[in-house]
């Protein structure tokens, strides 16, 4: 029962989360992240890193959100992993706070 | 009002290798958040899947806040509310009768690791019942055969630090399934696989961990000896050991060469199903690899002769010289410095002379059959018999005797707690005071009591604390705080504790054994074994004394001992339930049943959470597609799982995650509150059997034969 990264990371992959993954599960292209849902662990401690709330449970996901289990399962085993942390994207910053949220949160 | 926010240091209490630095946030008395603490060497700030609503597990309105009196049939779950002082005089004057009439040994406690705390945990209740006089619970559940094996090779090692496997350049994972129970040493194999290290899983279920190493080789259950055996022979006969090494720091190198030599990779390969290039390839890189280590799992030890397959294991890392190296070696219990003054905690000088010892995993039988005297009272903490231990039905049996007292401490209304006469309330590990070791890393950890106990549950220390008054025990030690305690308990002046204060302790939470720097470490290159002849012993001098259980898993009683005969060198057995030595029973329950830990519970634990269960689902029983089709049996179907000791029932998940003829079913699903529909019946061990392993006496959980047939939906 993986942890899945929904649209909100689209355009800013802050990437804070993946430093603390334990299995690195978190596969990337240019714009954003993935969760390879075979190698996590449910540990959830990526939750909280993210600073546009991002990341659930699967079984958490909000009903417009539930085809985003299938993409991250797709996508994330075509891609290279990522263990460190990434320049942030351009814009990213300004998509966080229209997004309504702060690096305070 | 105001909201005050705090934070306190704390650990996380489970019988796990991690122990994890916690830190609490308490918002206006109550326990809002339970993290990691990401300061920590190995923890690092996250905790698993099982712990990461901690919280939540402390506010769970199922909790048992107050003492309680059984009202309906045992084992029905009915149950009113009393008093403190009303619990303890039913005790009292129970306890009483029974002494008078049958003499003290007619009680026993029943407990094992639900905590591990130096003051709640193994050894909570020891000195209480020791000063009582009680029947001794010796409790090998888990671990002791592994490490009984492994110490007749190369005594009481420290082992490899966990912390240096970045350094390893061949790991070996055995029978363990690191990813599920011990993650927090994956960030360093996957650190070591970066620097070039090959990841090996023998396991045989191809478990999460086995999935994401590099090669996972399955292995018939109960045959690992045969194979460490085969790999000695393999290398021995194609010139890859360290002659220097074996020569300096090694004993009886010619006979185990000998026994070796019966161990053929043919042979090998029809014992435990690994095709024979898989065998020679494992032996020769793990011989030339260096550093190369082996991590066994407790696993390892679960079937008729698991003592003798950690000690074959142990053997190995000795003939390759990979002692020499940093990350090199043997990692299995990481115990060994942690210093315990273990009589202080036991105090086995209370015992009296010629007392008796019972071994749990004869549980059930001894609740039904022990005769002078029987069993009239057990007190049950820190444990979940009916659901964890073997033989369940017995158990449950035993415990339904109207004329057996049965006293329980506890967090929830456990399928065992549902069959004591009087329940007391216990605290979780936000609610008190302990200090915690680790068997999988160097750190001690510091738990701070971070809010008040809820309604008038109390920690173990203190519920010994009250019983010793009641039973008018009035030495100086029942008077003791629990900070007195740690102080009595750790052995402050041993060499391992350079440099640790209990104040520092408190403070950071947590401080590493002075056991060496891990990056430098390399405890066994000079020999330095704490075996008889300070050499590794192929060849054992201390198993001429014959089987023993270390005396903290006996109440630090060493009377009583076991005392059968050990072969000196490591052996293979087949297991009890095998074609080979039950051609009769395997033709009526032809399928071998493992039962490893699941990801979501820790053992019985947390299986009554919402989440846990959730991410859990029902209880799974994995077939290999072969099995399934023999039986008519589809992916999904239910099915019943059986042999003449009970059954359970389960979700069928046909994969080819396990070979033909082995099936595997996860524990720690409770028989009341099952996963899914909540309508499954009974939980794996029913059919688990109460034998013992070759050393140790360990359990056999893997050494157990079924059948399985498709029912119509449960
Ligand atoms: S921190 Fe959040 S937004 Fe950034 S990469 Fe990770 S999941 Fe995406
Ligand atoms: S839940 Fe844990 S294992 Fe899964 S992606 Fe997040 S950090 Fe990694
Ligand atoms: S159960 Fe183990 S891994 Fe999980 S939080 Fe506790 S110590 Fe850490």
Known sequence: MPFVVTDNCTGCRFTDCVEVCPVSCFHGDDDRVYIDPVACIDCAACVPLCPVQAIYEDLDLPEEKEHWTEVNAEKAPTLPKIIKKQPLLEGAEERMEALGFSRDN | MTNVTTTVRGACPQDCPDTCAFIYTVEDGKLKDVKGDPDHPVTRGRLCTKLNDFAAHHNNPDRILYPMKRTGPKGSGEFKRISWDEALEEIKSRWTGIIDEFGPQAIMPVHYLGHQGVLNGLTAGDAFFNRLGSTIAEK?????????????????????????????????????????????????????????????????????????????????????????????????????????????????????????????????????????????????????????????????????????????????????????????????????????????????????????????????????????????????????????????????????????????????????????????????????????????????????????????????????????????????????????????????????????????????????????????????????????????????????????????????????????????????????????????????????????????????????????????????????????KQRGIEDGDAVSVFNDRGSFTGAAKVTDDTMKGVIASFHGHWQKKTGGNGSHKGSVNAVSSERMANLGSAPTYSDILVEVTKISAV
């Not at chain 2, 055996?229 to 220097?244: C, H, K, Q, R």
């Not at chain 2, 043997?330 to 273990?342: I, K, R």
């Not at chain 2, 959470?609 to 991410?615: I, P, S």
């Open chain 2, 140 to 628: 090998t559940f888990c671990g002791v055969g592994r490490e009984i094996g492994t110490h007749l090779s190369i005594g009481g090692s420290t082992g490899v630090d966990p912390e240096s496997l970045v350094h390893s350049k061949y790991i070996i994972l055995w029978a363990v399934n690191t990813l599920s129970s011990g993650s927090h040493h994956w960030p360093f194999i996957e650190e070591a696989r970066r620097n070039g290290a090959k990841v090996v899983v023998i396991d045989p279920l191809k478990s999460r961990t086995a999935v994401q190493s590099d090669w996972h080789i399955p292995i018939r259950p109960g045959t690992d000896a045969a194979l460490a055996l085969g790999m000695m022979n393999i290398i021995i006969s194609e010139g890859l050991t360290d002659a220097e090494y074996i020569a300096q720091h090694t004993e009886g190198f010619e006979e185990l060469a000998e026994r070796a030599a019966e161990y053929p990779v043919d042979k090998v390969s029809s014992i435990t199903g690994i095709p024979e290039a898989d065998i020679l390839t494992l032996a020769r890189e793990y011989a030339g690899n260096n550093p190369s280590v082996i991590r066994q799992g407790v696993a390892i030890e679960r079937h008729r002769n698991g003592g003798q397959t950690a000690r074959a294991i142990s053997c190995l890392p000795a003939l390759i010289g990979a002692w020499r190296h940093v990350g090199g070696g043997n990692l299995g219990l990481t115990l060994a410095p942690f210093a315990l003054d273990w009589d202080a905690m036991c105090r086995p000088d209370w015992i009296k002379e010629g007392a008796r010892v019972i071994n749990l995993h004869n549980l059930g039988s001894a609740l039904n059959e022990l005769s002078d005297p029987p069993l009239k009272s057990v007190m049950i903490y820190n444990i979940n018999p009916v659901v964890q231990s073997p033989n369940t039905e017995m158990i449950k049996k035993g415990l339904s005797r109207e004329d057996l007292f049965v006293v329980s401490s506890e967090l929830f209304l456990t399928d065992t707690a549902a069959y004591a006469d009087i329940i007391l309330p216990a605290t979780m590990q936000a609610e008190q005071t302990d200090v915690m070791f680790s068997w999988g890393h160097f750190y001690w950890t510091y738990n701070h009591k971070a809010v008040e106990a809820p309604g008038e549950a109390i920690p173990n220390t203190e519920l010994f604390r009250r019983l010793a008054e009641l039973m008018g025990f009035d030495e100086p030690e029942w008077k003791r705080t629990d900070e007195e305690m740690i102080r009595d308990y750790l052995d402050w002046d041993s060499p391992f504790m350079e440099g640790i204060t209990l104040e520092d302790l408190q403070k950071n939470g947590y401080a590493k054994v002075a056991a060496g720097d891990k990056d430098t470490r390399t405890p066994h290159a000079e020999g330095n074994f704490d075996t008889p002849s300070g050499k590794c012993e192929f060849k054992s001098n201390l198993a001429a004394d014959g089987t023993f259980v270390p005396p903290p898993f006996r109440a630090g009683y060493n009377g009583q001992q076991l005392a059968g005969y050990i072969d000196p060198l490591p052996g293979y057995t087949p297991p009890f339930e095998s074609p080979e030595s039950a051609p009769e029973l395997s033709e009526k329950f032809p399928l071998n049943i493992i039962s490893p830990k699941s990801h979501g519970f820790l053992n019985s634990q947390y299986a009554n959470e919402f989440k846990q269960l959730r991410r859990e689902g029902e209880p799974i029983v994995i077939m290999n597609p072969a099995d399934a």
